[in-house]
């Protein structure tokens, strides 16, 4: 089982950057991939970002390609979303998954664990 808890959420101001994590319990974090997503009040759950087990290959959706990017250091059993050129329609709660099932994409459930998220608010 993992454990999951983001941090990083603030206010930014339209055009700012903020670094989300998500730390990861457990000694098998290097065998899931990871995703990203994100809730903005009244709307669905959309995917973000993901990426896979090396941190070789990565997913962006089309919203955010060229402004979000997605790491990870395995060795700190930590995931990370570098949000650049922020803009208010990405104001969100934030949250990371874990799939141990190899799968980074953008469908939410193929993803086993969940974090609690953490909230992003971009002023304009």
């Known amino acids: 089982q993992v454990q999951l808890v983001e941090s990083g959420g603030r206010l930014v101001q339209a055009g700012g950057s903020l670094r989300l994590s998500c730390a990861a319990s457990?000694?098998?974090?290097?065998?899931?991939?990871m995703g990203w997503f994100r809730q903005a009040p009244g709307k669905e759950r959309e995917s973000v970002a993901g990426?896979?087990?090396?941190?070789?290959?990565?997913y962006y959706a089309d919203s955010v390609k060229g402004r979000f990017t997605v790491s990870r250091d395995n060795a700190k059993n930590t995931v990370y979303l570098q949000l650049n050129s922020l803009k208010p329609e990405d104001t969100a709660v934030y949250y990371c998954?874990?799939?141990?099932?190899?799968?980074?994409?953008?469908?939410?459930?193929?993803?086993?664990?969940w974090g609690q998220g953490t909230q992003v608010t971009v002023s304009s």
């Open positions: 998954a874990a799939s141990s099932g190899g799968y980074y994409g953008p469908l939410g459930g193929k993803f086993d664990y």
């Open positions: 457990g000694r098998t974090f290097s065998s899931y991939a």
């Open positions: 990426i896979n087990w090396s941190g070789g290959r990565t």
